[in-house]
Nanobody, 125 residues
Framework: VQLQASGGGLVQAGGSLRLSCAAS????????MGWFRQAPGKEREFVAA???????LYEDSVKGRFTISRDNAKNTMYLQMNSLKPEDTAVYYC????????????????????WGQGTEVTVSS
């Protein structure tokens, strides 16, 4: 599967952005999906995950502000980001994992075999 992330940009603190991850090449509904981010000088970290059956998992710092979702008919995953903070500034990556149970989600980078190219989010204070 090929993944294309988009929707990043520059936003003021308190603002919102919606990231998209478009998948092509394979049956999207067969993949568990996730969002990760990497800030300058830091390691890539988990943000949110969604199972094939749309169970969701969030990193603590984004709970209540970010919402992960998927539209299997459109082969697309989303990350709605509200109440953005300067510490959310990073390059955001989407990832996919094949062969999971329908209700399972994953938070480790090594759980995912497929990655998009990243989209940059900058939150100004």
């Amino acid at each position: 599967v090929q993944l294309q992330a988009s929707g990043g940009g520059l936003v003021q603190a308190g603002g919102s952005l919606r990231l998209s991850c478009a998948a092509s090449g394979r049956t999207f509904s067969n993949y568990a999906m996730g969002w990760f981010r990497q800030a300058p000088g830091k390691e890539r970290e988990f943000v949110a995950a969604i199972s094939r059956s749309s169970n969701r998992l969030y990193e603590d710092s984004v709970k209540g502000r970010f919402t992960i979702s998927r539209d299997n008919a459109k082969n697309t995953m989303y990350l709605q980001m509200n109440s953005l903070k300067p510490e959310d500034t990073a390059v955001y990556y989407c990832a996919a994992r094949l062969g999971s149970l329908s209700g399972s989600y994953y938070r480790q980078r090594t759980d995912y075999a497929y990655w998009g190219q990243g989209t940059e989010v900058t939150v100004s204070s």
